[in-house]
């Protein structure tokens, strides 16, 4: 394989030939094509032999089956959590989420279900406490301005015993560390985009227009 081909990956593929397996349109840099079947074989294993990653897999695709393009990224969510079985919903907020927050609680308690959210600014403690300079704060060192803290929100979360977490509009890297540390399994509802209305495609789909600051 050349150069070029090697520097190929799946979003090169114009095919798609995995969602059918038609082996023979698969491109020449093609993963499928020249996949480790050692590797699919060991995740195949965890599909079969491990209980929750089998279930997950297997709710999550009854739920895409029945309500593909029928239910939004809400309804999927609370019909997930139905099939799953889970009682207990952690809720890893943004602090500025807090209202979009409100509302998911109360359609999940319509709903039957439990929920307990934690904000990000848990714990107050100011950013320097982390090595975070004065200037590169919001308020640029004009006093107290807490340290988003996911780690501790996961901890906490974990504490309350929750069955599954719903991640909120975390910042880009903060919700890195939520999801490492996170006991329960996790789903993000809301990926936050002060600038585009917390809707970061938006930014993909005009990547090409004359407006678009990657012009």
């Known amino acids: 394989m050349d150069k070029r081909q090697s520097s190929h990956s799946c979003a090169s593929c114009g095919a798609m030939s995995c969602r059918t397996a038609d082996a023979g349109k698969y491109p020449d840099f093609c993963p499928t094509a020249g996949l480790d079947q050692d590797l699919l074989a ?12 089998g279930r997950i897999a297997r709710v999550a695709a009854e739920v895409e089956g029945l309500f593909y393009g029928r239910y939004c990224r ?3 969510t609370v019909e997930f959590i ?5 009682k207990k919903i952690g809720i ?5 989420l807090i209202y979009e927050t409100r509302i998911l609680g109360k359609i999940l308690r319509k709903q039957g279900i439990a929920s307990f959210s934690i904000g990000c600014k848990t714990g107050a403690v100011d950013k320097t406490e982390v090595g975070i300079p004065p200037e590169l704060k919001i308020n640029k060192g004009c006093g107290h301005e807490s340290l988003c803290n996911p780690i501790m929100q996961a901890k906490f979360l974990e504490k309350k015993k929750t069955d599954f977490n719903i991640v909120m509009g975390l910042c ?10 996170s006991a329960a399994p996790t789903t993000v509802l809301v990926v936050k985009d ?5 809707n970061p495609v938006i930014a993909l789909y005009q990547a090409g227009t004359t407006y678009s600051r990657f012009k």
């Open 74 to 76: 809400v309804e999927e």
């Open 92 to 96: 890893a907020t943004c602090v500025g």
């Open 42 to 53: 060991e995740t195949l294993r965890i599909y079969k032999e491990d209980e929750e990653p």
């Open 172 to 181: 880009v890297g903060h919700d890195s560390l939520f999801l490492r540390h």
């Open 194 to 198: 002060r600038v585009l209305g917390h």
């Open 82 to 86: 139905k099939r799953m079985g889970y």
